[in-house]
């Protein structure tokens, strides 16, 4: 801060990131920018790329379920995987005709409306403040989650809509362990187990769904089916006290899960496993 | 042991003010309220600052210290380094009457505005009964001691200065306390909404970063309340639900 | 001096000093009845002294052993208070209390539950059975959050930062009370029919205190210039248990919960010592040995309480006098063990604020570590002399409750009877002054010449000169009661305490407050003088004049309580020349019912009550 910083009565500095905090508290926001970034960027060249996402019996996380298949590219998952079959003819010319776009946008806007999330872009990106005690962007007229931000509180839809993926993604990382018909165990399987229970951990941490499945009863031990839920919303509690540490380390692991089929299936690295 | 610490206080009322500079003998186990207790006796007579139990069980004494809202009878001399000058000045969203205090009546008029307690019938024996299990949620925003730092930190009221749209968070783990409550009859959900103001909170929790008694504001506070808010008034299905079953 | 017709005004039936429990519970029952109530508190709202009440609320719902009942928690109450207390209160006290814990639950108290569903109850030192409702430790603050949240929807009109400065007359009778804004500095003249004290106690008197800045007496000497008595000031509660670790926090409590939960009591040489100081009057309650303690606190009904919940008065001088043989902690105290005692989610849960007290105060463990703790002052017994029933002073339309009133507690107050004093008394006190107020023809007009000259005396702080800084006049002070009129007295002691405040008084007549009016803390300060004075001096006078040791009052030269002693209490007032005046009172019998409880057995009243 310079010294034309101005002092407002009580002595607090005016302005956006002005404050008297001494410690290093932009680190958090920068940190985030820059996780979040790197995130979106890769996610997007990958789902964009519309390529080596399959190789037997690994399927990247970010292709999953596959609901057509455009059987040409290289590294694609074969006819059989698709659940509608061969690439369609309507797809319009001007997109890449890559799996990936019909998944994507469910997770991404159940983590773009998720709570933690929220708190993290908007210290990150709109500075609604950087930090505590610092300076928020200065706005006309700031309106919160009431004005267009109000679809923020759909977010239980886009939960339903994640808890279906925990599905079809527990399903890929169960037949990850079969090549061929044959059991066996590979880093693929290994990496896309982890990602499922990381997923599981974000996603049943969600405070959307420790409302409905506890949360919003007042009473937890007035009958039978109140107390079970109260004991399921304990558990969720427990989930979503860390749900920032899953929200982080799922998101890494999604990544990672696709960047591990990409390279495999583009033979940079080989798959450690009991098959060959 | 004593040891020379130095101090920056802002000194002034709510027309100007500047920061004055104290050096202080501080001893073992000082808190920032014994320091300026200390100025007080010895240099400035006259400083005005609030406080009462000096444990931590009163919130009288809240003030921004190095630029955090704090507790200054919680925050001990021991946390900064020995050359470090420590800056105290009063809290920026509430106006400034003098020196450290400032005039937190605002958060009088808010709690005027809520509902109060409700309770159905009593049992024939003449008892209420409520398990733990079902208090202990409302039991941990009553441990809120009105320190207003929350109030303070929260950039709707700080920054943005809507306190006419949003009643902040210190009131909004209240109305938690009381919607939560297995024997209360009252709903308050429409003013949560819309007088109170839920949706302008942004859920960036620095009202949990610097609650002293580390109640989760935002997670077992606000953003229920935003759900029960969701329940009621945005989810399609449920207000479909509703128009069809006439259930509420 | 300006006209007083240009003061600030404001008119009230029923005006309450003080908005802690006492003071918010009156207003409660005064607002309710219709009357015209005003509130002014020199703090904050909600920041009374109430809020650090840690262990509890005392009433014998009889929700954890049945076999509790009104009776025993009065013989409990006289037993502790060695049959000092007034009879009639005590008898009042534990029927009501009871009630009034019901009443708080049903305007939001969310007490913590007994495993049925009910109010839970916990131990506390004196108390025969589990009768403490409370919310983990910090059953003070549920209480003063309840009734703040509970009275503003009840229109009562609070001035908040406002110091009373006097309380003003109409001949004999009330008229009102003159504040002060803290803010602005300016007067503010409070007409009212009644005037409720609920002022509390005047710890800040001493150096070793649990007592916060607010403490200064202000409503016993307000009380005792307008011509009412005070009675029992010689009984000064030191709680047993305070930090004495570090320096800066020397005092502050540590809730007797933490004993009521099963800590004991160590010295330097790991000796669980209280079992070498049981009274005759408690032996054949308490415990003997360690296996019967422990049996008690794995829930043996029939075993007998441990040592460590002996009276407070018992409890800290043995802490003092283990130190004194040099048995003590490396600070000057004993050790309070809970870390092996109970496991560390339990203590963190029952005693939440103790673990954060001392893990950032002073930077220890107790789910691992002992605390060292040390007596410090916490409580006045005595105070303001009231009628039994309305709480009336001897002046008319003068009303006290809580701690600034005398009567309930005797010698020696039982940890948990004060949070149920409140609410019983501050009720009993609101509905006093209301019948006072409704009974009078016509308001009381305040004497301008006394406005005047309360205006003046505080003025005059500001206007002088020079003159003497008042924090060293109180810290003086400090250190005198601290020396003089401690937990062990004599007369040469007392008789030097008293000198020493003559002189004090001296000093504060020349008292100088530098800077302006506008939220001047020096000033702020210089005004609790005169209030901390006369209630040192009453203490001092009125222990000087009781030759026995009883309760919390120890005489090193009268060991051992007298029987005479033991029916009479020593009442303080404002002679005419402005003198103090301290005189022996013979107290009347009690009926012959209340008797019989008081002196029964245990096994003669369980069950018994209706």
């Known amino acids: 801060m310079s010294d034309a910083t101005t002092y407002a009565v009580g002595g607090h500095r005016e302005g956006f990131a002005a404050t008297l905090r ?35 019996p690994y399927l990247s996380p970010f292709y999953s379920p596959v609901v057509f298949t455009y059987t040409t590219a290289p590294g694609a998952a074969p006819l059989a995987h698709s659940w509608f079959g061969a690439w369609p003819a309507w797809w319009p010319a001007f997109l890449p005709a890559s799996p990936a776009l019909f998944i994507l946008p469910f997770p991404g806007v159940f983590r773009f409306t998720c709570y933690y999330y929220r708190k993290a872009y908007y210290r990150a990106f709109s500075g609604t403040p950087p930090a505590c005690a610092v300076g928020a962007l ?3 007229s700031y309106k919160g989650e009431t004005a267009w931000m109000v679809f923020q509180n759909l977010h239980r839809y886009a939960l339903y809509f994640a808890l279906l ?3 079809f993604l527990t399903y890929d990382a169960f037949i990850s362990f079969f090549k061929d018909g044959k059991f066996g165990v590979g880093v ?14 974000f996603t049943c941490g969600c405070h959307a769904f420790r409302h409905l499945i506890g949360g919003k009863l007042d009473c937890f031990t007035c009958d039978a089916g109140s107390a079970r839920r109260h004991g399921a919303w304990k558990r969720v509690s427990l989930l979503n006290a860390r749900h920032m540490v899953w929200a982080w380390v799922s998101l890494f692991w999604v990544g990672f899960s696709d960047l591990y089929v990409r390279l495999v299936s583009l033979g940079i690295i080989k798959d450690l496993n009991t098959w060959n | 042991m004593a040891k020379t610490r130095k101090f920056r206080i802002w000194r002034g009322d709510e027309q100007a003010g500047d920061f004055q500079d104290y050096d202080v003998e501080v001893e073992t186990g000082m808190v920032v309220l014994d320091a300026i207790h200390l100025i007080q006796a010895e240099q400035a007579h006259d400083l005005a600052v609030r406080w009462n139990c000096k444990a931590g069980k009163c919130g009288s004494c809240s003030m921004e210290i190095n630029g955090k809202p704090r507790l200054s ?12 000058t420590i800056t105290v000045q009063p809290m920026r969203t509430f106006r400034v009457i003098k020196d450290l205090v400032c005039d937190v009546s605002w958060n009088y008029e808010q709690n005027k505005k809520i509902a109060p307690f409700k309770p159905g019938p009593r049992d024939a024996d003449g008892n209420y009964r409520m398990k733990q299990d079902d208090v202990d949620r409302v039991q941990e925003f009553r441990k809120c001691i009105e320190c207003f730092l929350c109030q303070d930190v929260c950039h709707v009221l700080r920054d943005h200065e809507q306190k006419e749209k949003f009643v902040g968070p210190r009131f909004m783990i209240r109305l938690a306390g009381l919607e939560m409550h297995p024997l209360d009859t009252a709903d308050r959900i429409p003013k949560i909404k819309e007088e109170f103001g839920v949706g302008m909170c942004n859920i960036t929790r620095c009202c949990t970063e610097v609650c002293p008694e580390h109640i989760g504001i935002t997670d077992n506070g606000i953003i229920p309340l935003k759900e029960r ?20 | 001096m300006a006209d007083i017709d240009e003061l600030q005004q404001f008119e009230h039936d029923v005006l309450v000093i003080g908005a802690g429990g006492a003071g918010l519970r009156a207003a409660t029952e005064c607002s309710n009845r219709g009357l015209n109530t005003g509130l002014i508190c020199k703090s904050l709202l909600g920041k009374a002294h109430t809020v650090m009440a840690e262990g509890g609320m005392a009433a014998a719902l009889g929700n954890v052993d049945s076999r509790d009942n009104w009776k025993i928690h009065f013989r409990d109450t006289m037993r502790g208070g060695k049959f000092l207390n007034q009879w009639r209160m005590a008898e009042l006290h534990a029927r009501m209390a009871p009630d009034c814990v019901r009443e708080l639950e049903e305007w939001g108290a969310v007490f913590d539950r007994t495993p049925d569903g009910l109010i839970s109850q916990r131990n506390f030192g004196g108390h025969r059975y589990p009768r403490l409702a409370h919310v983990g430790d910090r059953t003070g603050l549920e209480m003063i959050r309840t009734l703040q949240d509970h009275g503003i929807h009840q229109g009562i009109k609070v001035y908040m930062e406002n110091k009373a400065l006097g309380l003003l007359l109409d001949g004999d009778k009330i008229a009102g009370v003159l504040g002060l804004w803290r803010e602005t500095g300016r007067f503010a003249l409070f007409k009212a029919k009644a005037v409720i004290m609920a002022t509390g106690g005047g710890g800040r008197a001493w150096r070793v205190t649990s007592n916060s800045w607010e403490y200064s007496g202000d409503g016993l000497a307000m009380a005792y210039h307008a011509g009412a008595e005070l009675m029992d000031l010689e009984f000064t509660q030191f709680h047993p248990t305070g930090m004495v670790w570090p320096p800066s926090v020397r005092g502050t409590l540590v809730t007797e919960g933490v004993r009521g939960d099963g800590g004991i009591l160590l010295n330097s040489k790991h000796e669980r010592f209280m079992f070498n100081y049981i009274p005759e009057r408690f032996a054949s309650e308490t415990a003997d040995t360690e296996e019967e303690a422990n049996l008690w606190l794995n829930g043996d009904k029939e075993a007998r309480r441990p040592p460590e919940l002996l009276t407070r008065d ?20 004993a050790f309070l063990d809970i870390a092996s005692q109970k496991p560390p989610d339990v203590i963190r849960r029952k005693l939440p604020s103790m673990y954060h007290q001392f893990k950032e105060l002073a930077e220890l463990d107790i789910t691992r570590e002992p605390m060292e703790v040390g007596p410090t002052m916490h409580y006045f017994m005595g105070g303001i002399r009231v009628d039994h029933d309305s709480q009336q002073t001897r002046v008319p339309g003068l009303f006290a409750c809580g701690e600034c009133a005398a009567g309930l507690h005797g010698a020696n107050r039982l940890g948990g009877n004060s949070l149920s004093d409140l609410l019983v008394f501050g009720k009993l006190a609101g509905i006093g002054a209301c019948e006072y107020a409704a009974s009078l023809p016509s308001a009381p007009a305040p004497d301008a010449g006394q406005v005047q000259g309360l205006m003046r005396s505080a003025t005059d702080i500001l206007n002088r000169e020079t003159g003497e800084n008042p924090y060293s006049i109180h810290s003086d002070l400090q250190d005198l009661m601290q020396a003089k009129v401690g937990i062990i007295r004599n007369q040469a002691y007392l008789e030097e305490g008293l000198d020493g405040i003559d002189q004090l008084r001296t000093r504060t007549a020349g008292v100088k407050a530098h800077g302006t009016s506008q939220y001047n803390a020096g000033w702020h300060e210089a005004l609790d003088l005169d209030p901390l004075l006369i209630t040192s001096e009453a203490v001092a006078r009125a222990a000087l004049l009781r030759k026995e040791s009883r309760g919390a009052h120890t005489r090193a030269e009268h060991e051992g309580e007298n029987e005479e002693w033991g029916n009479r209490n020593i009442v303080t007032s404002k002679a005419a020349d402005g003198s103090m005046q301290v005189q022996v009172v013979e107290r009347p019998a009690p009926s012959e019912e209340l008797r019989a409880i008081a002196t029964a057995t245990l096994e003669e009243l369980e069950g018994t009550a209706s």
């Open chain 2, 73 to 84: 009878c919680m925050t001990r001399m021991n946390e900064y380094a020995p050359d470090e």
């Open chain 2, 229 to 248: 808010v969701v329940d009621r008034y945005y989810d399609p299905l449920r207000i479909l639900w509703r128009k069809l079953t006439g259930k509420t």
């Open chain 1, 138 to 140: 200065p706005q006309k």
């Open chain 1, 165 to 167: 993926f925990i599905a």
């Open chain 1, 188 to 201: 693929g399987s290994i990496v896309l187990t982890l990602n499922v229970v990381f997923l599981t951990c």
């Open chain 1, 22 to 56: 001494e410690d290093n508290w932009w680190i958090g926001p920068v940190l985030t920018l820059v996780g979040l970034l790197a995130f979106v960027i890769y996610a997007t060249w990958a789902a964009f790329a519309g390529n080596h996402y399959y190789t037997a």
């Open chain 3, 314 to 333: 018992v409890v800290a001088r043995a802490i003092l006098a283990e130190t004194e043989a040099g048995r003590g902690s490396p600070h000057g105290g």
